[in-house]
């Protein structure tokens, strides 16, 4: 029995129906060439690639146990009924099997909440995809990984070649019994009998990164940028309560010329995503007609994962807010102003230190935050909030080399980031390749016209480009 860490705790405890907080990977796969397999072949490979190297990652065979009346953070143990079969599963796309297609596809399954009963993952093996290719979709609920744990979890399933490696067999696995209703007590009662001088030491915590922040911000030059505050994000069309329904879209920039526009500009990758997707975010308003007066406002996780342990699972981020500079209509102004806010949201996140999200989070019970989350989203409380922020945003590391999975080449790997509370659209970018792929999740309430934030994104790139001539 291992407790979660308040912060993946809190992503089981902010879950609602219609804000399910999963991830997930899409991976299109090319057969060998000259070869034509099956789906029940290329399922059947990947079916044992994965149970060849499920001790590789045992969170996987895992599950979630809720405390008593959800007085305590839940719980991991071993899923005495784990059974492969409920986690691998096959679909096929109707025809023509094209890009559109399999996004649809997509968007359905990140619209469906995963069993908080059993291990919280999930691999569909997609057939029908033209020109006789396959696609991989992984889903994982946000209480296991982040971004970069994730990416490191799939990893165990790739392979660097068309023959998939071999790997030390896995040892007889015999679940651990479940806890007693005493044990749950009893763990629950130690949590509770520390919480006073855990909530004491994370306020102590907050308040002082607090007055670090607010004695920095003080110091800096006139004229330099400032961290963007908790209350200047608009509220907007896209922003209010969740809806079940998920849409899904996806752009691809070459990712050469998103770095050489980054070396032209003094801007990092992230950087350009931000300022893409606040050019694409003023196509959408203004083909909605709507006038938004005020900047617009990203919420970008951060890792603060060390380098020894990036081969661990569970969630260890931050989240900054940045500016996106949306009433600058000069693309390469916006440009500049998104990084300078960026760069002042990295250096306040330096003060403030990677335990404030966390300390946060130790502050408010389970069951009192599922409880409110869950009122809140069925009175449309959220229609009503100001948000946080507009956008969700993330970049995540990706390969510059080629991978395989079950004995088939990784052409390309879709992110899918989740949404929630007040936010109605996700855009995660991630490199493969030769390809900055970005991922566009969003709420069909708020964002039914995805496609055209999609074609914004490859509009407001070129418009980059152009302005910096390159």
Known sequence: MQRLSP???????????????????VLTLAPPEGASPSGEAVFAAVSGLVRDRLHLVPVMRQRILQGPLGTAPPVRVDDPDFALDNHLTRAALPAPGGPAELQRFVGR????????????WEMIVIEGLEDGRFALMARFHHATIDGVSGAHLLAEFFDFGAVPREVD???????????TEHELVADAGAA??????????????TLGSVVRAVEHSRTLERGRMRPTSLLAAPKTSINGTISPQRVYDAATLPFARVKALGHATGSTVTDVVLAVTAGALRRLFDARGEAVASDLVAMVPVSTRPDDQLGTLGNQISTMLVNLASTIDDPLERLAAVSGSAGAAREQDRILGSQVVTDLTRLVPPFLANLLTRGAHNIRLFDHLPPVGNVLVSSVPGPDFPLWCAGLQIERILPVGPIAATIGLNVTAMRYL?????GL?????????????SAGILDAFEELLSAADI
């Open 192 to 205: 509770w009998l520390k919480q006073p001088v855990v909530a004491i030491e994370a306020i102590t915590r």
């Open 109 to 120: 399954i990140m619209s469906r909440p995963m069993f908080l009963d059993r291990p919280l």
């Open 169 to 179: 067999p896995p040892a007889p696995w015999t679940p651990a019994p479940l806890p």
């Open 7 to 25: 912060l993946d705790a809190a992503f089981v405890a902010y879950e609602t129906e219609g804000a399910p907080l999963h991830v997930a990977a």
């Open 441 to 453: 999740l969003a709420c069909h309430r708020l964002v039914p016209d995805l496609e055209v934030f």
């Open 434 to 438: 030769d390809d900055l792929a970005i």
